[in-house]
């Protein structure tokens, strides 16, 4: 429990953007209506320990975010990212070792870019977040940004199991064999357009965890750190869309 008041801090209103400081914590926004005390740091105490972290970016990822805490460190964020991406390249380590395609030192380095190339994707997606929140007026800075994105890699889990099946019909030549049925004539480029749009298909609940994070988490207020920057959001809080 902080020994501030709310909301004294240049604290906003977590639907609209309104700005609250001087108004009474009983009150409503004067903005959108929505009771001042439903944008309490109070509410931002998760998440929580263990499974339960999972357990709720699974089943309900809005109210996570709702109640996500955004100031202090980002360790723990952090750390559940790495033990995301681990154990996606693990489990495509298994799934290339079982399948007995590749030499065990391949199947190492294909693990090992895979971990890679999702630390790589998913901070490019932080990145994109922090553009697109400065365009649109939302106070989402890169400490944020990162914070809902490295929660938002359990996404990544299906996506690699999706992914993992396709390429492991590729390299067998399944795909072209069950293409060339079904169309008649079919090549090794379209295979491989195809394996893109399957890339972009399992990107899909990644992506919609980081836009449910960010639509949850634009106007957050956080007793640890006090206001967040900024940018614009009196003249554009009107205009924003809710």
């Given amino acids: 429990m902080s020994n501030l008041t709310f909301p004294d801090l240049d604290t906003l209103c977590e639907h609209c953007g309104y700005v609250l400081k001087g108004l009474r914590p009983e009150g409503d926004c004067p903005e959108c209506g929505?009771?001042?005390?439903?944008?309490s740091p109070d509410l931002r105490m998760g998440p929580g320990g263990?499974?339960?972290?999972?357990?709720?970016?699974?089943?309900?990822?809005?109210a996570f975010f709702r109640t996500m805490c955004v100031g202090g460190s980002n360790a723990p964020a952090r750390w559940f990212m790495l033990k995301t991406v681990l154990l996606i390249g693990l489990l495509w380590l298994l799934w290339d070792t079982v399948g007995g395609t590749w030499s065990l030192e391949v199947d190492l380095i294909e693990a090992g870019l895979v971990v890679v190339s999702l630390y790589l994707l998913s901070y490019v997606e932080a990145l994109g977040v922090v553009y697109f929140a400065r365009r649109r007026g939302w106070r989402v800075p890169f400490r944020l940004a990162?914070?809902?994105?490295?929660?938002?890699?359990?996404?990544?889990?299906?996506?690699?199991?999706?992914?993992?099946?396709a390429l492991d019909r590729y390299v067998a030549g399944d795909i072209d064999r069950w293409m060339s049925?079904?169309?008649?004539?079919?090549?090794?480029?379209q295979s491989i357009e195809l394996l893109v749009l399957v890339g972009a298909v399992a990107m899909l609940w990644f992506e919609l965890l980081v836009w449910i994070g960010v639509r949850q988490t634009k106007y957050a207020n956080s007793w640890a750190t006090g206001p967040v920057e900024i940018v614009d959001v009196e003249k554009s809080a009107s205009s924003v869309e809710t």
Avoid: F, H, K
């Avoid at 263990?50 to 809005?62: A, F, I, K, S, T």
């Avoid at 049925?181 to 480029?189: I, M, Q, S, V, Y």
């Fill in 34 to 39: 929505l009771a001042i005390a439903a944008s």
């Fill in 50 to 62: 263990g499974n339960q972290v999972e357990n709720d970016l699974v089943r309900r990822p809005g």
């Fill in 146 to 165: 990162e914070r809902v994105v490295c929660y938002a890699t359990v996404g990544w889990v299906p996506a690699a199991i999706l992914m993992g099946l």
């Fill in 181 to 189: 049925r079904l169309l008649g004539a079919w090549g090794p480029l």
